[in-house]
């Protein structure tokens, strides 16, 4: 006679991960994210070659704010009972937007 096989509780084989073994590797997940909060972390400051900006001795409001031109118009659309309605065109470059001065004049 054949001896039967215990059950581990898994009637059937499972793919990946039970609830259960989701829940606590979220947890695990979630402690590991938390234990640097309770006990602190260092800080690390690495030197910049050539240093850095002074923020106060960097002139500000030099040049006005620039403007941007009105968008073309591409088309209208007509809507169902309704009005018309304005078709635009967005490219990913438009002409001016890649020659702006971001920095202050000297």
């Known amino acids: 006679m054949r001896k039967k096989r215990r059950q581990t509780g898994l009637k ?28 602190g972390t260092r800080t690390v400051y690495a030197q910049i070659p ?16 620039l403007i941007p031109p009105v968008m073309p118009r591409a088309g209208t659309i007509k809507l169902k009972g309704g009005p018309n309605a304005d078709y635009y065109e967005i490219s990913p470059s438009l002409p001016g937007i890649n020659s702006l001065q971001i920095t202050p004049t000297p």
Do not use: E, H, M
């Not at 059937?12 to 695990?28: E, N, P, Y």
């Open 12 to 39: 059937r084989k499972q793919k990946g991960f039970s609830r259960r073994a989701f829940i606590k590797l979220c947890g695990a997940a979630g402690l590991a994210l938390c234990l640097p909060l309770k006990w």
């Open 50 to 65: 050539g240093g850095t900006l002074d923020p106060l001795a960097v002139p500000k409001y030099q040049t006005p704010l």
